[in-house]
């Protein structure tokens, strides 16, 4: 999916988008019994450096909304799991620099989900 996220069109961006979204809400390495801390930061890792393309793509709002929505859904479930070590540092300066780009989005709801995320993921320190 990453692959396909950076290389394709919006359509085939947003599909991803919506499918890394279903893949996340069933990802059972969130889940306390398949907890497996190693595997859950390769994933991230790979998904974090993709998602960044989505997050600063001028053109499509979806686009940029969709992956808005994937990043708050791996916030919350990687609150819910206690499992922040699994997002690297250097993950997390990836999203806040693109998350930093959207807070001065031309849509003011965007915006302010990006800063409440940026905020979320800063405050991890």
């Known amino acids: 999916m990453c692959e396909r996220l950076k290389l394709s069109t919006w359509k085939v961006q947003l599909g991803v988008l919506q499918a890394m979204n279903a893949y996340f809400q069933g990802l059972m390495l969130f889940d306390e019994e398949h ?24 053109s499509y709002t979806s686009v940029r909304t969709e992956a ?45 989900k990006a800063s409440l995320l940026k905020k979320t993921l800063e405050n991890l320190d």
């Open 35 to 58: 907890s497996d801390p190693g595997a859950l930061t390769e994933i991230l890792l790979e998904t974090c450096s993709s998602i960044t393309h989505s997050l600063e793509n001028k």
């Open 68 to 112: 808005l929505s994937v990043i708050e859904l791996l916030l919350r479930k990687l609150e819910e799991s206690k499992q922040w070590e699994s997002l690297t540092a250097g993950s997390r300066e990836l999203l806040i620099g693109s998350l930093t780009t959207m807070v001065l989005d031309s849509r003011p709801e965007l915006q302010e």
